[in-house]
């Protein structure tokens, strides 16, 4: 453990430990460079957001400890447009721009200026919402204007050494031959903008001979033609070096023994005399419960802004932080998202002393993924508005989503507390209405509408409006429930028959939230209304009068 964690025992997360791993092996330096990105060729999933956050966890770790960091997002979009994607308009139309480089491809949704843009800002916009914010570097930019020429004339000039570092972790049958041609350097073509070229000629230094299926045939200088490329298992290494990046996490895919990440390793230091960055390997992330109002594409590809209309930023980044990268874990949209809500707010009451920790190890742990789950890296200048998720939702199908009346009826809002509030409210009423079961929704019956009842059922809600909804403002819910269990054993029903009758006359449905608490949620003026109609005109005078009178002799 470093001299730093041992001052500060708030330090203690897995981004703590691999910020120490970073300074120990690099050594203290006037900067730290972390590295993250894609090639933006389809929806930018939440499966890749698990790399940008991870990134940005270290970041904050090493910022933290006073580091001066540098946090690049690469975007790959000098790639190859290789699949026409289903989620995308007009895909007759993508399909003429197979092999071109994304860049090339038009945005069919006619919103941005090409087909990489699209997808480019579909993340810059939203990470700023879970507090995200490198530099981003866009490769087709950089490539378009020859600023890798010289990494790619190191290439060419070593391309049999690149061979070697390609076949050395590869088997006997995969490895390439001592008579197979390798060009590390892939081309564009001047003519048709594919790549379905061929390289012929490479002189030693600037110039590349190719040919292409389309018939164009020339000769073209490294440092001025706009259409050569690194392949990506060479291009990821020579960029390591271009940026001096000191750490880069990677899919578990590339990471394992032998994969691509080690090959990269051998072309980065034998080939650009720069050793790889320190990395770590993260795992998949599965979804659960997901609806089909959510899926951005075919597939069932959750994006963030998709995640970010169900998960509150703070509770998002929270379940990225309060797991392991490494480990394989599932984002749900179904009754989990309860749970999730449930977690975090249990964190939030450890940390701001409402709920005491097992242990000081446990409060420091707690404290450490609840400041790293906070937009801003930083407690809140206040305790946010504790309610829980359920409750919310309650809450809200009451009020038919509005939001202000239901932060009118908490009563007790503080102004600094009120715009995350807003937020999580936004996000539960989303749940309600796209991803909670049928069974967990409902509206209240304001309409007039009533349901047929007769004998001791409607006796049973009679007694109701008279006995209980008269001081549904004044009693505690505990109280409020005794009263609605008197009725039914009064009337010697079963208290669950009771339930479904009120349920129905309520919300048109035979289950719903707790009884005595969705009375006080919905209110004595609003119970009034709805349950009138089952009472004649006498009936309604006797419970006006009752409410009066036992008043009356309560003050008295």
């Known amino acids: 453990m470093s001299n730093e964690n ?21 050594g203290d330096l006037p900067e730290y460079t972390c590295a993250s990105g894609i090639t933006p060729s389809g929806t930018v999933h939440l499966g890749n957001f698990r790399e940008i956050i991870t990134v940005d966890l270290v970041v904050r770790a090493l910022r933290d400890r006073g580091k001066n960091v540098r946090f690049i997002y690469s975007w790959d979009d000098y ?20 092999r ?50 010289e990494g790619m004339k190191k290439a060419m000039q070593n391309r049999e050494l690149i061979k070697e570092c390609l076949n050395e972790y590869r088997d006997e049958q995969h490895k390439m031959k001592p008579e197979d041609v390798y060009w590390p350097v892939a081309v564009f073509c001047g003519k048709c903008n594919k790549d379905t070229t061929q390289i012929t000629d490479y002189d030693g230094e600037w110039n590349i001979t190719y ?18 490329k690194l392949g990506w298992r060479v291009d990821w290494p020579m960029r390591w070096n271009e940026e001096k990046v000191m750490f880069e996490p990677g899919g578990k895919d590339h990471i394992s023994p032998g994969g691509s990440y080690d090959t990269a390793k051998l072309v980065s230091k034998k080939i650009y005399g720069w050793d790889a960055p320190i990395t770590m390997r993260y795992d998949f992330v599965n979804l659960k419960g997901v609806p089909g109002k959510m899926s951005s594409s075919s597939g069932k590809v959750i994006a963030l802004p998709d995640a970010l209309d169900v998960y509150q930023a703070e509770v998002l980044r929270y379940i990225f932080a309060g797991t392991r990268p490494n480990t394989e874990f599932a984002i749900s949209f179904d009754l989990d ?25 446990v409060f420091n742990k707690e404290k450490r993924i609840y400041i790293l789950s906070q937009i801003d890296n930083k407690m809140p200048e206040v305790m946010p508005y504790q309610i829980g998720f359920r409750m919310l939702t309650t809450l809200l199908q009451t009020y038919s989503g509005d939001i202000d009346k239901v932060i009118a009826a908490l009563g007790d809002v503080k102004p600094e507390q009120e715009e995350r509030l807003r937020r999580r409210a936004a996000c539960a009423w989303f749940w309600v209405k796209y991803c909670a079961p049928e069974e967990f929704q409902f509206a209240l019956r304001e309409d007039g509408s009533k349901i047929e009842l007769e004998g001791t059922d409607l006796e049973a809600l009679k007694k109701v ?51 005595a608490s969705f009375m006080k949620i919905i209110g004595k003026e609003k119970l009034t209304e709805i349950l009138k109609g089952y009472l004649d005109k006498g009936s309604c005078e006797v419970a006006v009068l009752h409410a009066g009178c036992d008043s009356f002799c309560r003050l008295s």
Request: charged share 30%; proline share 6%; glycine share 4%.
């Open 79 to 98: 790639d190859v447009f290789r699949k026409v994607p289903a989620n995308m308009p007009n895909p007759d139309e993508l399909q003429n721009y197979l």
């Open 6 to 26: 041992q001052k500060n025992p708030l330090l203690c997360h897995w981004a703590d430990q691999m910020a120490d791993k970073i300074i120990r092996e690099r």
């Open 100 to 149: 071109f480089p994304i860049t090339m491809v038009p945005d069919t949704t006619g919103r941005n200026e090409n087909y990489a843009r699209h997808h480019e800002v579909d993340v810059e916009q939203e990470l700023p919402r879970v507090g995200i914010a490198p530099e981003f570097l866009y490769q087709a930019s950089r490539y378009r204007d020859n600023r890798y020429a």
């Open 337 to 361: 998202v309860l749970k999730t809500y449930e977690d975090y707010d249990k964190t939030e009451r450890i940390v701001w002393g409402i709920d005491k920790a097992k242990s000081e190890d």
């Open 465 to 515: 409006y008279t006995d209980c909804v008269p001081f549904v403002d004044e009693l505690d819910e505990k109280s409020l429930a005794q009263k609605v269990y008197d009725v039914a054993t009064g009337l010697g029903i079963e208290p669950k028959r009771l339930f479904t009758v009120m349920y129905n006359a309520l919300i048109n449905k035979d289950q719903g939230p707790r009884l």
């Open 211 to 228: 040919k292409c299926e389309c018939g164009h045939c020339e000769t073209a200088d490294l440092r001025t033609f706009k259409g050569f």
